[in-house]
């Protein structure tokens, strides 16, 4: 009998519930790995999501956090897509305007390479500190002019001293298993300016049940938020939201937040009922079974044929995908715009990550596109080369 753990979201001891188990998957999904030995040989551990029935947070109960390595070779960063800068830099424009981000003092957790925090800064004449283990010193060349400075390191209480008006956190809660203990810890640093706002951004994982979208379960990926969860998150440790909806063709949640004054609030209209959450669990542990046969299906059918097939997308998703159907031989070849990706391998299959001009002399039959939200940025790219291959999306 599977051991109770409590929830790291809501403290209930009443997680997990299993709904979902993949075996040997690999532990990071974006190091740049040179050889396809590396690759192939790169360290993976289970994933056993638990479902918590009191605040519906998801989360890897077999998550071990200290095989991580957020070194210089790993590469997440998305501003090489035009689709993507243009949502960054709406989303920018945004959060200045919503929130008042005019000559503030800014922090961003989970940086990167501060491109975001960049553009923070940039458009709204505000000074930013970035937190982030994977970043390289002088590889982004506009933080200087920009008033920004990065801190190669874990957020954590030892900086609580630096003070802020605005906090930002974008796509990096799914990494922390202990989610409670972190926004405990935001909350300390911010204790004494009390009207700083916190800015998160998540994945929403009912797109995830919805579409048995298994791509988007990986190891790095341990804890797993809906609306409601993560705005009890907030509200159980003392927040009150004041912003929360769904961006980027329903792919992201975004919350605001300010410390609460005591009053009670009532739920937003963006969050769902936990009987209607648990309805979704239930439908993705029945069918997602049903959604890797169809693919193995596709792939034995194409390989009869003698298609040739490439997958566009070398980060997370792409690993997952390929990993989880024990893709082999099947794609020889992994598309990605990144220059910094070209001639690395994908973590647990390893499939050479090529550069999109490649497809000139490939001529592959179909390019898999591991987010539909890239198709036209992808269309518009193979029809300035003169590549005539079928699309399709996961």
């Not at 040989?41 to 999501?49: A, S, V």
């Not at 999109?356 to 940025?377: A, G, R, S």
């Amino acid at each position: 009998m599977l051991e109770k753990k409590s929830c790291p979201n809501c403290g209930s001891l009443e997680m997990p519930s299993i709904i979902y188990e993949i075996a040997d998957i690999p532990i990071h999904s974006v190091q740049l790995l040179k050889t396809k030995e590396k690759a192939i040989t790169y360290p993976k551990r289970d994933i056993e999501l638990g479902f918590c029935e009191k605040c519906g947070f998801i989360s890897n109960v077999s998550f071990d956090s200290s095989v991580h390595e957020y070194s210089n070779e790993y590469e997440s960063t998305q501003i090489y897509s035009t689709t993507f800068n243009l949502f960054a830099r709406k989303l920018a424009r945004n959060l200045i305007d919503r929130y008042n981000l005019h000559g503030r003092d800014i922090i961003e957790i989970g940086c990167g390479q501060g491109e975001f925090l960049s553009m923070l800064c940039e458009l709204g004449n505000n000074r930013g500190r970035g937190f982030d283990p994977a970043y390289i010193p002088g590889r982004n060349e506009n933080l200087e002019k920009n008033h920004v400075s990065i801190i190669k390191d874990f957020y954590s209480e030892k900086y609580a001293d630096i003070q802020c008006d605005f906090l930002c956190c974008r796509m990096t809660l799914e990494h922390i298993y202990e989610t409670a203990d972190f926004i405990r810890t935001v909350k300390k640093s911010i204790h004494n300016k009390p009207d700083t706002t916190v800015f998160f951004q998540v994945p929403d994982v009912r797109r995830i049940l919805k579409e048995q979208a298994f791509w988007d379960i990986y190891y790095e990926h341990c804890s797993y938020f809906s609306p409601g969860s993560l705005a009890k998150l907030f509200r159980n440790n003392g927040f009150e939201i004041i912003d929360l909806y769904i961006d980027y063709d329903d792919q992201y949640i975004m919350l605001g937040a300010r410390l609460s004054q005591g009053e009670k609030r009532n739920s937003l209209p963006a969050e769902e009922d936990i009987v209607q959450l648990k309805s979704q669990v239930d439908l993705f542990s029945k069918n997602c079974k049903k959604q890797l046969n169809t693919w193995k299906s596709y792939f034995e059918n194409s390989r009869k044929k003698g298609r040739k097939v490439v997958l566009w997308g070398g980060g997370s998703k792409g690993v997952a995908f390929l990993t989880t159907l024990n893709i082999l031989k099947e794609i020889e070849y992994v598309v990605d715009i990144n220059p910094k990706k070209h001639g690395t391998y994908m973590a647990g299959t390893g499939q050479k990550v090529i550069a999109p001009e490649f497809l000139i002399q490939y001529k592959p039959d179909t390019i898999i596109v591991m987010n539909p939200i890239y198709c036209n940025e992808i269309q518009e790219t193979l029809d300035k080369m003169g590549v005539t291959a079928e699309l399709k999306s996961v």
